[in-house]
C-alpha cells in the first residue's frame, strides 16, 4: 500500500541553523510528492511539490528534490528563522487521485533566537 | 481570490448527537476532500467529491458521509458522535486540472462530550 515515513519531532534548531526534515515514502506507480506546513491554530498550507522523479520544490528558501531511487522526498532550509516554526508534513497523492493525500504523522519544528 | 472557508469554526457536541460541517471552494475549484486530524491518527482522508459524486472514499465507517451541491460547496455529516470522533476537520479544493494541489481550509474543530 501506499505510506509516508518522516522524522519524528521535535526539532528544536537556533536560529540561521541548517534544517533537513526526513521524508521516505511506500507507492505503487508513480505518485506527486508535497511538503504541507501548518501554523498553530491554523490548517494547512502548501509549501512546494515536486510530480515526477528528479524534479526539485523549492519555495521561501525550502527544497525537496523527488528521489525515486531512494524513495524520498527530504525537506530542506540553509538558514532557518524564528517564523518557520510550525509542523510540517510530507504527503504522496497516489496516481490519478489527485483529491487523496496520504500524510506522514509530521514534524513539529521550534526555531529559539 | 477567498480561500477555502469552512464553518463553523468550533463545535461541541454530545456522544449520540449528528453534525454537519460546511465547506466552500475556492470559487472555480471543483473537487472539494475532507480530512480528519487527530493527535492519535494523524491526517486521514475521509472522502473526494467532484461534479455532486464521490470520487474516492477512505476508511472511515458509514457514520461518516458527504455530499458536493452543484456550486461545489460540500458539506459532510457525521451522525452518531462517539467520543473518538472529537477532531480537526479540514476541507480542502482543487480545480481537477493536471496534478494541481490541494488548497486547505482553517478547519472545524470539533468536541465530543
Known amino acids: 500500500g501506499n505510506s509516508v515515513t518522516q522524522m519524528e519531532g521535535p526539532v528544536t534548531l537556533s536560529e540561521e541553523a541548517f534544517l533537513t526534515i526526513n521524508c521516505t515514502y511506500t507507492?505503487?506507480?508513480?505518485?506527486?510528492l508535497f511538503w504541507y506546513v501548518q501554523y498553530p491554530g491554523e490548517g494547512l498550507q502548501l509549501l512546494l511539490k515536486?510530480?515526477?522523479?528528479?524534479d526539485k520544490g523549492s519555495n521561501k528558501g525550502f527544497e525537496a528534490t523527488y528521489r525515486k531511487e531512494t524513495t524520498s522526498f527530504h525537506l530542506e532550509k540553509g538558514s532557518v528563522q524564528v517564523s518557520d516554526s510550525a509542523v510540517y508534513f510530507c504527503a504522496l497523492t497516489p496516481y490519478n487521485q489527485g483529491g487523496k493525500l496520504i500524510f506522514g504523522q509530521g514534524t513539529e519544528l521550534s526555531v529559539k533566537p | 481570490k477567498a480561500g477555502v472557508t469552512q464553518t463553523p469554526r468550533y463545535l461541541i457536541k454530545t456522544r449520540g448527537q449528528q453534525v454537519t460541517l460546511s465547506c466552500s471552494p475556492i470559487s472555480g475549484h471543483r473537487s472539494v476532500s475532507w480530512y480528519q486530524q487527530t493527535p492519535g491518527q494523524g491526517l486521514q482522508f475521509l472522502f473526494e467529491y467532484f461534479s455532486e459524486t464521490q470520487r474516492n472514499k477512505g476508511n472511515f465507517p458509514g457514520r461518516f458521509s458527504g455530499r458536493q451541491f452543484s456550486n461545489s460547496r460540500s458539506e459532510m455529516n457525521v451522525s452518531t458522535l462517539e467520543l473518538g470522533d472529537s477532531a480537526l476537520y479540514l476541507c480542502?479544493?482543487?480545480?481537477?486540472?493536471?496534478?494541481?494541489?490541494?488548497?486547505f481550509g482553517n478547519g472545524t474543530r470539533l468536541t465530543v462530550t
Open positions: 507507492a505503487t506507480g508513480y505518485p506527486s
Open positions: 515536486a510530480t515526477k522523479a528528479d
Open positions: 480542502a479544493s482543487r480545480p481537477l486540472e493536471g496534478n494541481s494541489p490541494l488548497h
